[in-house]
């Protein structure tokens, strides 16, 4: 089931969704340390994600699934958000130089036509960073949170989708160590567990951080699919003269 928008912002604006912004955005950042002068898209619900990347990059844009709603973001200045088919984006091949997509592949109806139109839009040598809850963790349990709606994904199940769909996975991370509770002590102690979970890596995390570029060849074995031919349909006789 597809979280509703106004749901998923009125996460981020509690205690526990600025924790979850906070650890998941630093993965992120590391990853991403500079945009400066590229074109930076999130799909799904992205602008607690996004702020970070605003100052440096040439552009920055929200799309957000026709399921899910939308909402103006940011809060002042000219609307950077855009209601979207996430199999259908509406945007140029090879115009997207980094791409983000969180809080929509778990919740896609075909996943893969997802990440096929990610492909399309990305430039050659284009990164992408998927961020999905984790299966066996907590937060995946939680409809408090956000990521406990959808499919919950292992780190293999997403390897497989990029590599069937053209892309090079190149990182895989995890955050979001601590339990999904507004309860004051989790929250103080969010950080510290963060840090100690991600320097032992512990089982559990909540979410999975998998980062891939655009493959611009085509695999052995790779082959797409054909549409089926038809033959003509056979002309009419011409009627015998009488």
């Keep these: 089931m597809t979280p509703d ?3 998923i912002r009125a996460f981020y604006s509690t205690p526990l969704g600025d924790v979850a912004r906070r ?3 630093r993965v992120l950042r590391a990853r991403w340390e500079s945009c400066v002068g590229l074109t930076v898209l999130g799909l799904g619900y992205a602008p607690p994600y996004l702020e970070r990347f605003r100052d440096e990059s040439m552009r920055v844009m929200a799309a957000m699934p026709a399921e899910q709603g939308v909402v103006n973001w940011p809060a002042e200045g000219a609307s950077r958000a855009v209601l979207v088919e996430t199999d259908a984006l509406p945007f140029p091949d090879g115009s997207i130089d980094r791409l983000l997509i969180v809080h929509a592949l778990e919740t896609a109806e075909r996943p893969r036509d997802l990440l096929a139109e990610a492909w399309r839009a990305l430039t050659p040598g284009g ?3 998927v961020v999905a809850p984790a299966r066996g963790g907590l937060w995946s349990r ?5 990521f406990g709606s959808g499919q919950p ?11 069937e769909t053209l892309f090079s996975p ?3 991370g995890e955050a979001l160590y601590g339990a999904p509770s507004q309860g004051g002590f ?3 102690t969010a950080t510290a567990f963060e840090r100690f979970g991600a320097r032992f890596s512990l089982p559990g995390a909540g979410v999975l951080v998998v980062e891939a570029t655009k493959q611009l060849y ?3 074995g790779f082959a797409r699919r054909r549409l089926p031919r038809f033959a003509p349909a056979a002309a009419l006789a011409a009627p015998r003269a009488k």
């Design 153 to 163: 994904y292992s780190r293999k199940q997403i390897y497989d989708l990029m590599r």
């Design 218 to 220: 085509r695999p052995v």
């Design 186 to 188: 989790a929250l103080r």
């Design 127 to 129: 990164r992408m960073i």
């Design 23 to 25: 650890l998941v955005g």
């Design 170 to 172: 190149i990182f895989s």
């Design 5 to 7: 928008i106004v749901d």
């Design 142 to 146: 939680s409809e408090r949170t956000p």
